[in-house]
């Protein structure tokens, strides 16, 4: 039953050798390879059996680190050399990554293994993991529900357990979502926390990697590992990582938590909204204040996002063109034929919307009405928030109006967009978040949001940890696992 | 109808750094297609770039020496369009917010008089790769080598009247430049390229005409022939009654013509906006303040201590300023002892047209400023006379050895012993009795074919000076 303990428990195991990094390694892919929930674009048997051969080395030889010989899945967005790197899109699908992502160097140098490619939405662009190139992925607490996304391979992944943690992206919540739809833990962590070295841009500005696992703790664990200044990306931050299992322990007695008001407005699932008030009464109890607070340009995020985003995402994937690397179409009859059939027939539909929406939001005449008006509201969403944040430690709310809705339920993208509604505004403003599972409504899981702060991470992990101290939610696992 | 032209200067100069502007792949120059190439350049999924201080500071340099206005926080933009040799399918260059903003530099016109252009702004940018077409029948071959060159676009206002006076300013960035080490000048590797906007209107129009952006210029002479031919183009348009159409034409060095490359209408949305993988670039006063002790005498002021301190005409220190090794050869010969006046002559004069006649350049001159200070030396101090003085410096361009050898060996040095050249004075007077009986008759001019006699008699080794008075003496 190694595949129900987590990093930490998985780490003693190692360790004590109650198990070697190649029986788990092993036991890890006979459950991929058994699993059908499509939850991998690319195993990685032999690379991962390798890996773990090395691992064991390493223990034997009493080199290892905490996460030495512990496996993972890896979302298909971060470079891995000599690995096919596809981000769910055809038109990577050939592509062979020559460099490693600096998060995917990170891992190798903690001598982790790695199972696997995550599935995701194609070039992370999606809510429910539908938009994958390679088939949908399935939520593994109801096969017909969606996992979320765009990290939902690596979110089911986690919650089938498949994988003790997945590594995923965010860029408007596309590890909270997913954590929070899949039952599991996810964190995003302050833009520039964690290298965007290697991770297939879709919004540069909005982008951020992070951890998905069990518990709170796997997260810090992992995420002492992922953090860190990359000189290689302009954009991550010279500050020093802290030890985020350090003050996991610490109390949280007279943590001041806010509730944004119109966080739980009219959209909002009453389930949904009954297990996220149950599980604030849970920090309460803790000892913990509540106050309710507001956000008075919440409402402004869906729109700002879906021209930000769309914006960076339509000049990023330029260089996805079929000239160096990358599907290419057949027979080109000339320069502009190969552009045009390249990208026709590489990018799926999701993509090319929003590639139209912003090459059309970024052209002349319409710039300022649209761009730049965006980049105004950003500013207001961040004052907000520091506005908030004077007077609490931790927002809190849900991470997503509704759980798990079937698959192929959307068939609109707008209606779909509009579920992102608690998500975005915490990538506009750069916040760190989580999700963690706090309970049930309908058989399936509701995930709670929590929004720090600047560089508050151990704050959020802290709060997390304490939460699942008190409650076993985040140990529910869907049945038959 | 009488017409006036405008230019404005579109300058691409090729920073000088070692490494890229946001990699760090090398900028050599001529190594094999693609080897200069990392991932950053090549467009991979995923790469970021990291910008390379030092192009920053070369900028800033460039704004200090024309005095611009370094702005203290300036933006990287995206300039988006696809071409193949475009890897990542958009240009990181700078669009509202240039590192330089205005600044003036002042050319020397046609007449000799002063003129103040203005600069509108300079900016970083990157270089695209390079497109080969004809390499293979059916493909076009793409060199990436230098996709992320750093490149300075120097903007100047629509300031120049004539294809002479867009040279002359052209030629005046080109050597500011090199004199403040940002860029190596070379015109055939495509380090100095300039783009001309042109357009006429009638004289005394205040509204300009429409222009034409006219490209791939890689020397100053198709520069002044491609604006030449554009006004005369243009001119003959208006003049049967059409209109110019705003577009971009391309110069073909060998037909000697421009042709249309795209119209306005058929010119790209660029999209511009603030690349999010960067951070602006914030420039603060001690950086300015370092930057500004770090720069060398720029040609103004160099020319004006060349007149001041060595008593050059303007004419000569312009010259000899005009390229910062011409003017370090030069202070280098007065360091070494020769004469300012006679050295001046010189580097302009013999020098420069030996330099000339084997096309090559002072930086490649095969007699050094010292040996060439020696040279002159000679003639100041009556060894040698300036005659002579052209034979040693073409036996010291062979190499042979120094001035002073040469002169020994071949036993160049000059008569002064008065008696001697007396003496053969007074033969050649015996000898020639006819032609000095028409000087004292009044044909003075025949002095010449006496001194030229006394040379012929002395091999050239003779001192002019003392020759001619003997000679004034005994004929009169």
Request: hydrophobic share 40%; glycine share 8%.
């Amino acid at each position: 039953m190694m595949h129900k303990l987590t990093v930490a428990e998985l780490s003693k195991g190692l360790k004590n050798k109650e198990f070697s990094s190649v029986e788990l390694t092993e036991h890890f892919l006979s459950r991929i390879n058994q699993s059908d929930l499509n939850a991998f674009i690319t195993v990685t048997d032999d690379l991962a059996l390798d890996q773990a051969r090395a691992a064991d080395e390493k223990i034997a030889n009493g080199n290892a680190g905490i996460l030495t010989g512990i496996p993972y899945a890896h979302k298909d967005i971060f470079c891995t050399t000599g690995v096919k790197t596809s981000a769910g899109s055809k038109i990577l699908d050939p592509f062979i990554s020559p460099y490693d992502a600096t998060v995917s160097h990170k891992l190798n140098s903690a001598d982790m293994v790695m199972l696997g490619k995550a599935n995701m939405d194609e070039l992370a662009m999606g809510s429910s993991n539908e938009k994958s190139y390679y088939g949908p992925v399935k939520n593994p607490w109801n096969k017909n529900k969606v996992p979320g996304g765009s990290s939902g391979g690596s979110a089911a992944a986690v919650a089938g357990r498949l994988s003790p943690f997945a590594t995923g992206t965010d860029t408007g919540g596309s590890i909270r979502q997913p954590a929070s739809l899949c039952g599991i833990t996810g964190i995003k962590p302050t833009y520039g926390r964690v290298s965007r070295y290697g991770m297939i841009a879709y919004a540069s500005s909005l982008d951020q990697a992070g951890p998905l696992t069990q518990t709170a703790e796997d997260a810090a664990l992992v995420m002492n590992v992922m953090a860190g200044f990359d000189d290689k990306d302009s954009t991550s931050v010279d500050r020093a990582v802290p030890d985020y299992t350090k003050n996991l322990g610490n109390s949280i007695e007279g943590l001041k938590i806010g509730l944004p008001k119109e966080f739980f407005s009219e959209g909002l699932d009453s389930g949904v909204a009954e297990t996220i008030m149950a599980a604030v009464k849970e920090f309460e109890a803790m000892g913990a204040s509540v106050q309710e607070i507001s956000l008075p340009n919440s409402a402004h995020a869906i729109p700002t996002y879906y021209i930000v985003a769309p914006c960076e995402c339509s000049s990023n994937l330029s260089r996805l063109d079929g000239v160096r690397y990358g599907y290419r179409c057949e027979d080109p009859k000339d320069l502009e034929d190969l552009y045009l059939r390249s990208r026709s027939e590489g990018f799926g539909a999701e993509v090319k919307r929003r590639i139209m929406i912003g090459a059309y939001a970024l052209s002349a005449g319409y710039y300022d009405a649209y761009y730049l008006k965006a980049q105004k509201v950003r500013h207001l969403i961040s004052e907000d928030f520091k506005k908030a944040f004077q007077d609490v430690d931790v927002i809190m709310g849900p991470v997503s109006p509704t759980t798990a809705f079937d698959l192929g339920s959307f068939t609109d993208s707008v209606s779909m967009y509009l579920a992102d509604i608690y998500t975005l505004s915490l990538n506009l403003a750069g916040l760190p978040g989580m999700s963690i599972p706090a309970g049930f409504s309908n058989n399936m899981p509701v995930g709670l949001q929590l929004i720090g702060n600047y560089w508050s991470e151990e704050l959020l992990l802290n709060a997390a940890h304490q939460f699942q101290a008190q409650t076993d939610w985040h140990a529910q696992m869907p049945e038959g696992v | 109808m009488e017409w006036e032209t405008v230019i404005g200067l579109e300058i691409h100069s090729q920073l000088k750094t070692k490494s890229k502007i946001f990699s760090g792949a090398s900028t050599a120059f001529g190594a094999v297609p693609n080897s200069q190439a990392c991932a950053v350049d090549l467009g991979l999924p995923g790469v970021l770039p990291v910008l390379n201080k030092e192009a920053v500071v070369m900028a800033i340099r460039f704004g200090l020496a024309v005095g611009a206005k370094v702005n203290k926080r300036s933006i990287f933009d995206r300039k988006n369009y696809f071409y193949p040799d475009l890897p990542k399918g958009y240009q990181i260059s700078q669009f509202e917010l240039p590192v330089v903003g205005e600044g003036e530099i002042e050319i020397t016109t046609e007449d000799g008089k002063a003129k103040i252009v203005g600069i509108t702004r300079a900016h970083l940018e990157e270089d695209a790769g390079k497109s080969i077409h004809d390499l293979y029948d059916d493909y076009t071959a793409i060199d990436l080598n230098r996709a992320g060159t750093p490149l300075l676009e120097i903007v100047s206002d629509p300031d120049m009247s004539s294809a002479k006076e867009a040279v002359a300013y052209a030629k005046k960035i080109h050597a500011l430049v090199q004199y403040i080490g940002i860029c190596d000048g070379n015109m055939q590797e495509g380090s100095f390229r300039c783009d001309a906007n042109v357009s006429i209107r009638k004289k005394g129009a205040e509204k300009l005409g429409t222009r034409a952006e006219l490209k791939n210029i890689n020397s100053f002479k198709f520069l002044e022939k491609a604006i030449n031919l554009e006004v005369e183009r243009q001119q003959d348009i208006l003049e049967e009654g059409g209109s110019v159409v705003q577009e971009t034409r391309l110069y073909d060095s060998v037909k000697n013509e421009t042709r249309s490359m795209r119209s306005k209408e058929e010119a790209n949305d660029y999209r511009y906006f603030p690349d999010p993988d960067l951070l602006p670039v914030e420039v603060d006063d001690e950086l300015l303040e370092q930057i500004r002790s770090n720069l060398p005498e720029l040609p103004t002021e160099k020319k004006q201590r060349f007149v001041s301190e060595f008593g050059l005409s303007d004419y000569d220190a312009e010259v000899l300023t005009s390229q910062k090794a011409v003017a370090d050869y030069f202070e280098a010969m007065l360091d070494a002892g020769a004469d300012s006046k006679l050295s001046a002559n010189w580097v302009m004069g013999e020098l420069s047209a030996v330099l000339n006649k084997n096309q090559t350049d002072i930086e490649n001159c095969p007699v050094s400023a010292q040996a060439f200070a020696e040279l002159v030396m000679r003639i100041e101090d009556d060894t040698i006379s300036g005659k002579i003085a052209k034979d040693v410096f073409k036996a010291m361009w062979q190499g042979e050895s120094s001035a002073d050898e040469i002169i020994d060996s071949k036993g160049l040095k000059q008569m002064t012993d008065s008696g001697a050249i007396e003496g053969i004075i007074d033969e050649i007077i015996a000898n020639n009795a006819p032609q000095v009986e028409q000087y004292k008759d009044g044909n003075t001019k025949l002095l010449g074919f006496f001194v030229g006699q006394v040379m012929k008699a002395t091999q050239g080794k003779a001192n002019p000076k003392q020759v001619n008075q003997l000679l004034n003496e005994k004929l009169s």
